[in-house]
């Protein structure tokens, strides 16, 4: 089986000046379960002549850690091996506020460029693409955002002047989708994270612009459009930080099985300050730095972060309330 995923090489980064991981770079491997992809022969986005002339001496090499050791081949052209750690579908990044978990998260998803190290990803179709401190083109890093990546923040990206169906539909559009069939799977996607009772107002719902909107099904419409465009990994900060927690464990069940849905294909990597989030989504590690700023960002099992973090009896209290079947509000 063929891991893909991102590797995270000796990393710092300069935001709104600050100097955020400079103490403890950081370095990291996340790796989701692959099959044997048919790798294509050409990619614009990892093969373009910008990014060659920005890295001449490494061409389409890659870098990756094995248990903390870099592992390079610059010189000859050769692809390293896969990332090596654990795969999961399912990476939570945890910790105290201010540790810079929001930072990490658009490190991974060129949102913004470190000011040191490098930032490495592997695709399941084969394709690599990385980047340092001279980032990417605006071309380039559009064409990366709009192929593989998905996002769905605290704060929704939907444009205001547009109606819900219009969020949902101009990202497919630019993808040159014809607008009924673009139409078509903006209510099936809607379908999957509204309950069965809010299913019925869904053709109302859609001529609504998202002033219009709660707070909650704002963030449910912006994780809608998140999926829409079937991106290889889900990029969320806080995706269910404004639900109760009824809505929570939907949106929760939802992105669970539209990851698996897709064997191989998909993976989720989400900010949260929720303890029972990476309980419910059966996570086994997750991406934990203390408060101290000589810490180092680190994987620690679920286990290890109860601990860490005092979830303990918590947990098992809200896991057991997850599973449970949600009753539908109406």
Same mark, same amino acid.
Request: charged content about 20%.
């Given at each position: 089986?063929?891991?893909? *995923?991102?590797?995270?090489?000796?990393?710092?980064? @300069?935001?709104?000046?600050?100097?955020?991981?400079?103490?403890?770079?950081?370095?990291?491997?996340?790796?989701?379960?692959?099959?044997?992809?048919?790798?294509?022969?050409?990619?614009?986005?990892?093969?373009? #002549?910008?990014?060659?002339?920005?890295?001449?001496?490494?061409?389409?090499?890659?870098?990756?850690?094995? #248990?903390?050791?870099?592992?390079?081949?610059?010189?000859?052209?050769?692809?390293?091996?896969?990332?090596?750690?654990?795969?999961?579908?399912?990476?939570?990044?945890? *910790?105290?506020?201010?540790?810079?978990?929001?930072?990490?998260?658009?490190?991974?998803?060129?949102?913004?460029?470190?000011?040191?190290?490098?930032?490495?990803?592997?695709?399941?179709?084969?394709?690599?693409?990385?980047?340092?401190?001279?980032?990417?083109?605006?071309?380039?890093? @559009?064409?990366?955002?709009?192929?593989?990546?998905?996002?769905?923040?605290? #704060?929704?990206?939907?444009?205001?002047?547009?109606?819900?169906?219009?969020?949902?539909?101009?990202?497919?559009?630019?993808?040159?989708?014809?607008?009924?069939?673009?139409?078509?799977?903006?209510?099936?996607?809607?379908?999957?994270?509204?309950?069965?009772?809010?299913?019925?107002?869904?053709?109302?719902?859609?001529?609504?612009?998202?002033?219009?909107?709660?707070?909650?099904?704002?963030?449910?419409? @912006?994780?809608?459009?998140?999926?829409?465009?079937?991106?290889?990994?889900?990029?969320?900060?806080?995706?269910?930080?404004?639900? #109760?927690?009824?809505?929570?464990?939907?949106?929760?069940?939802?992105?669970?099985?539209?990851?698996?849905?897709?064997?191989?294909?998909?993976?989720?990597?989400?900010?949260?300050?929720?303890?029972?989030?990476?309980?419910?989504?059966?996570?086994?590690?997750?991406?934990?730095?203390?408060?101290?700023?000589?810490?180092?960002?680190?994987?620690?099992?679920?286990?290890?972060?109860?601990?860490?973090?005092?979830?303990?009896?918590?947990?098992?209290?809200?896991?057991?309330?997850?599973?449970?079947?949600?009753?539908?509000?109406?």
């Amino acid at each position: 089986m063929t891991m893909w *995923g991102c590797t995270i090489n000796n990393v710092e980064a @300069a935001w709104r000046k600050a100097h955020i991981f400079n103490n403890c770079p950081i370095s990291l491997t996340l790796s989701f379960p692959g099959n044997k992809a048919k790798i294509e022969k050409q990619d614009p986005i990892a093969h373009s #002549d910008s990014q060659d002339n920005r890295h001449p001496e490494k061409k389409s090499s890659m870098l990756y850690l094995n #248990d903390g050791q870099p592992k390079t081949n610059y010189k000859t052209g050769i692809n390293m091996p896969p990332p090596v750690a654990v795969p999961q579908n399912f990476w939570p990044i945890i *910790g105290p506020s201010g540790v810079g978990k929001s930072t990490l998260l658009y490190l991974m998803s060129a949102l913004m460029w470190p000011s040191k190290g490098e930032v490495n990803w592997r695709f399941p179709n084969g394709h690599e693409i990385c980047w340092n401190t001279n980032g990417l083109s605006d071309k380039e890093a @559009a064409s990366l955002r709009a192929r593989y990546f998905g996002f769905a923040f605290q #704060d929704s990206n939907l444009y205001p002047r547009l109606t819900v169906l219009e969020n949902l539909t101009y990202p497919l559009q630019l993808l040159n989708i014809p607008i009924t069939e673009a139409e078509q799977r903006a209510y099936a996607i809607l379908e999957k994270v509204f309950s069965k009772h809010e299913q019925q107002k869904i053709s109302d719902f859609m001529n609504r612009f998202p002033v219009q909107l709660s707070g909650g099904e704002r963030q449910r419409v @912006a994780l809608a459009q998140a999926m829409i465009t079937n991106p290889n990994v889900l990029i969320a900060d806080e995706p269910t930080g404004n639900l #109760d927690l009824n809505a929570r464990i939907r949106v929760l069940k939802t992105i669970k099985e539209w990851v698996l849905e897709a064997k191989f294909q998909r993976g989720f990597i989400w900010v949260t300050h929720y303890s029972s989030d990476p309980r419910f989504m059966d996570v086994t590690n997750g991406i934990y730095k203390k408060e101290d700023e000589n810490s180092k960002w680190g994987k620690l099992s679920i286990a290890e972060l109860e601990l860490e973090t005092g979830w303990g009896e918590f947990i098992s209290q809200q896991r057991t309330a997850m599973n449970q079947t949600v009753p539908e509000r109406g």
